[in-house]
Nanobody, 127 residues
């Protein structure tokens, strides 16, 4: 059973930074492509960032480019999301997602492409 557990959420001020972590309870983390999504109150869940198995390639939603950084430490079975210059409208529950893949250079940007999901971590950005 694959479990993803997010942590690092909290309440910050606009313009602040925050780093989220997602720990995966899997035997071979390196075969999993990973991603982050978020869901604001009253809105649909949306894509934030994705990373390939090796961490060699990343992809971001347009509004996050330059402010968010996704990374992974395969030795620690953990993926991170470093967020900076946070905005109040980015208040949301942030979810980690993962899927096994044989493709080492592929990342995934759609919810339906992921198999496993964490329970989410709340991020509140105050103005």
């Amino acid at each position: 059973q694959v479990q993803l557990v997010e942590s690092g959420g909290g309440s910050v001020q606009a313009g602040d930074s925050l780093r989220l972590s997602c720990a995966a309870s899997v035997r071979t983390f390196i075969i999993y492509a990973m991603g982050w999504f978020r869901q604001a109150p009253g809105k649909e869940r949306e894509f934030v960032a994705a990373i390939t198995r090796s961490g060699g390639s990343t992809y971001y939603a347009d509004s996050m480019k330059g402010r968010f950084t996704i990374s992974r430490d395969n030795a620690k079975n953990t993926v991170y999301l470093q967020m900076s210059s946070l905005k109040p409208e980015e208040t949301a529950v942030y979810y980690c997602a993962g899927r096994e893949t044989l493709l080492s250079s592929t990342y995934y940007t759609e919810m339906k492409q992921y198999t496993y999901w964490g329970q989410g971590t709340q991020v509140i950005v105050s103005s």
